[in-house]
Structure formats: C-alpha cells, structure tokens
C-alpha cells in the first residue's frame, strides 16, 4: 500500500510561485508514474504533470513554460514548481501514483492540498 501526503498549498497574489511537494511511504515499486491532478469547484479532475521513475516529464499544454514537475527517487517525494501562477490555477491539487505490477494497476491518490491564486 502506497500512501501520499501533498504540501506546499496556500494562498499567492497572481503572478507568485508555490512548490508543491508530495511524499510517498509504503511498498513502493520501482517503475511507477507519478503525477499531479487538479480539481477547481465544480470542475472534473484534471491531470496537470506526470514524471517516469526514470524523470521523463509531461505537462498540459496550459502550464507549459509555468510549472515543472520533478522528482527525488531517493525521499520518494515528487514536487510540482509553479511559477507565474493564474487565477484559474486555482484549485485543490491531488498527487498520484501509478504502477504495474503482474499486469495489475495500482494506483493511489493523495488527500489533495489547496492552491489559491488571488490578489
């Protein structure tokens, strides 16, 4: 079992930054995805940046050149760097992990952190 904690939320005046951090404890296996999803009021969960075990990186087109995603294999941690945040990249914020294991996936989600970009 995989358990995710996120932290780093709060609120920021447009234009601000935040660094987001998840950390993973548990049985975790080696080859997994992890990823950042997002979740405004009355919006569908969207997936924001993943990263491969091995760092290959992915993001949506709408925080491309804003946020990176990254991650330390070594403190099973992944963190999302936001820079010149919106006011529409508010939302509550949700780390994700993802593996195969025996043609089986797992996956499990973190309780979420909240991110409000405000003046």
């Known amino acids: 079992q995989v358990q995710l904690v996120e932290s780093g939320g709060g609120l920021v005046q447009p234009g601000g930054s935040l660094r987001l951090s998840c950390a993973a404890s548990?049985?975790?296996?080696?080859?997994?995805?992890m990823a950042w999803y997002r979740q405004a009021p009355g919006n569908q969960r969207e997936l924001v940046a993943n990263?491969?075990?091995?760092?290959?990186?992915n993001c949506v087109d709408s925080v491309k050149g804003r946020f990176a995603i990254s991650r330390d294999n070594a403190k099973n941690t992944v963190y999302l760097q936001m820079n010149s945040l919106k006011p529409e990249d508010t939302a509550v914020y949700y780390c994700?992990?993802?593996?195969?294991?025996?043609?089986?996936?797992?996956?499990?989600w973190g309780q979420g952190t909240q991110v409000t970009v405000s003046s």
């Open positions: 994700y992990i993802q593996y195969n294991l025996f043609g089986v996936l797992y996956d499990s």
């Open positions: 548990g049985s975790i296996f080696r080859n997994n995805i």
């Open positions: 990263i491969t075990s091995r760092g290959s990186t």
